[in-house]
Antibody
Framework: EVQLVQSGSEMKKPGATVKISCKVS????????IHWVQQAPGKGPEWMGL????????IYAEKFQGRVTITADTSTDTAYMDLSSLRSEDTAVYYC???????????WGQGTLVTVSS | EIVMTQSPATLSVSPGERATLSCRAS??????LAWYQQKPGQAPRLLIY???TRATGIPARFSGSGSGTEFTLTISSLQSEDFGVYYC???????????FGQGTKLEIK
């Protein structure tokens, strides 16, 4: 069974950086990209970027370029997402997700709530 | 960026009736369209991809159709467990990226 297990909720001050982990099991970690998605309260999901665990190359959405870093550690089958220069608008649930077809997410993490407040 | 617009914002349907959800794209992109169901406090669940292919384990009452800019998700006979927010998603295989709609909230009448 494919499982993606994320780290717990975070509370951060404006300007800080948050790091969220996503540990994968149930398949070969390097077989599929890991994507990260932001979902603000009451809004639709928004794609942030992805990492290819095979070569640790990342691609980012233009909106988050410069503030997001997505990495992968094949020794622990874990992907990470760092988001810096946090502002109140970054208060959201962040999900990691994956799937056989690029862009189609048939497996998701449970989500990590990040609250940004002074 | 392709903008996805869903309608209606809220839909109230009685059990056993048909529910029809719409999704319109700001420009044509073929059939790389997926539908997800999300319940409160849960991650989205994949229902349909490739506009009309049901994901593994999804009941036959869920069906998708459309191509280009107009897409539809139909639930043929609504069950009580089908409540939630439904999102459409346009996706690119390469370069990767995607856009989600703002969602349709499906309420059981």
């Amino acid at each position: 069974e494919v499982q993606l297990v994320q780290s717990g909720s975070e509370m951060k001050k404006p300007g800080a950086t948050v790091k969220i982990s996503c540990k994968v099991s149930g398949y070969t970690f390097t077989d599929y990209y890991i994507h990260w998605v932001q979902q603000a309260p009451g809004k639709g999901p928004e794609w942030m970027g992805l990492v290819d665990p095979e070569d640790v190359e990342s691609i980012y959405a233009e909106k988050f370029q410069g503030r997001v870093t997505i990495t992968a550690d094949t020794s622990t089958d874990t992907a990470y997402m760092d988001l810096s220069s946090l502002r109140s608008e970054d208060t959201a649930v962040y999900y990691c997700a994956t799937g056989v077809v690029i862009g189609v997410y048939d497996s998701w993490g449970q989500g990590t709530l990040v609250t940004v407040s002074s | 960026e392709i903008v996805m617009t869903q309608s209606p914002a809220t839909l109230s349907v009685s059990p056993g009736e048909r529910a029809t959800l719409s999704c319109r794209a700001s420009q044509s992109f073929g059939s790389n369209l997926a539908w997800y169901q999300q319940k409160p406090g849960q991650a989205p669940r994949l229902l349909i991809y490739g506009a009309s292919t049901r994901a593994t384990g999804i009941p036959a009452r869920f069906s998708g159709s459309g191509s280009g800019t107009e897409f539809t998700l139909t639930i043929s006979s609504l069950q009580s467990e089908d409540f939630g927010v439904y999102y459409c998603q346009q996706y690119n295989t390469w370069p990767p990226g995607c856009s989600f709609g703002q969602g349709t909230k499906l309420e059981i009448k």
